[in-house]
């Protein structure tokens, strides 16, 4: 009886603990141009986490498909930017856990 | 309150005590230099100005003036001269590039529009210091001046010039959302 009580102690343990709730994954996504649906390269990606969440800020840019890849990343909810130098062009809350394929629509100005 | 005005009540009570002590002891003639020799005391002041008294309370009296007068002549000017206690912001920074540099601003001045002014009010420091004020763009350092507390005008400001900054226009747009809260 003890035993089993061990056990069911260790596992709720380990079931409600913070690491095993915000596990960690690769996040992509496409920056692309919404008309043709064409990639754009050498734009700035920024993934921000909330303020104090301890998590670190990812930064990237776009490759010449205008995708981009953020390998493991914690689950969380993150603001995600979009720019080209100082201008930004694009900012959403995305949440880590539930989407990461991130997709990033732009109109030609 | 300001702790500089204790100090300031402290002078003025002392300078009270002084004048009202001469007076008392002037009326009682209760002070007065060796009877047997009836040498005078000479009191000399800043700017070879000198007196002689045959009664120390006289200079009691008249000394005392400078403490009750000269918190007064202060009082005033007070306001200009905030009281700034120095306190270090300290950190650690995980960035995977460097050389990083951390600046700390009390509130940054938006500028919304060409050709706005700005006008940062920041704590006042002495001698050849220097504040480093910066042009920042969607988190971008576009330029960075630097402006010296000896270059400080009548009128308390210390004018910085940016050179003219001009971005491309982006080549896109998208969705912009307000930044969220649980992010500011």
Known sequence: MLKRLLIAFV?????????????????????????????????????????????????????????????????????????????LLYRSEVDIATASDLQVPLQKR | MDSRMILFGMTELAGFIMVAGGMWLIYKQKIY???????????????????????????????????????????????????????RITGMAHADAYPALVYAAEVPYPVVKDGDGFEVEVPVIHGNEEYKVLLIVNGHVLDSQTASAHQTTKDKTIPVQFNPVIVDPPNYKGAIAPVPAAYQ
Do not use: C, H, M, W
Request: charged share 20%; glycine share 6%; aromatic share 10%.
């Open chain 1, 11 to 87: 596992l709720a343990v380990f079931a409600l603990s913070p690491a095993s709730a915000q596990g960690s994954k690769d996040v992509t996504g496409r920056v692309f141009d919404a008309a043709n649906r064409r990639g754009i390269e050498n734009l700035e990606v920024k993934l921000t986490p909330p303020r104090n969440s301890n998590l670190p800020i990812r930064l990237t840019s776009t490759d010449q498909n205008g995708g981009f890849r953020f390998p493991q990343v914690r689950q969380s909810r993150y603001l995600l930017e979009v720019s080209q130098g100082a201008n």
């Open chain 2, 33 to 87: 230099i060796d009877r047997e020799s009836k040498q005078p005391i000479e009191i000399n002041l800043p700017g070879n100005f000198s007196f002689k008294s045959n009664y120390p309370a006289l200079a009691l009296f008249v000394l005392g003036f400078v403490p009750l007068i000269y918190p007064f002549s202060q009082l005033k000017i007070l306001p200009e001269y905030p009281l700034v206690r120095r306190v």
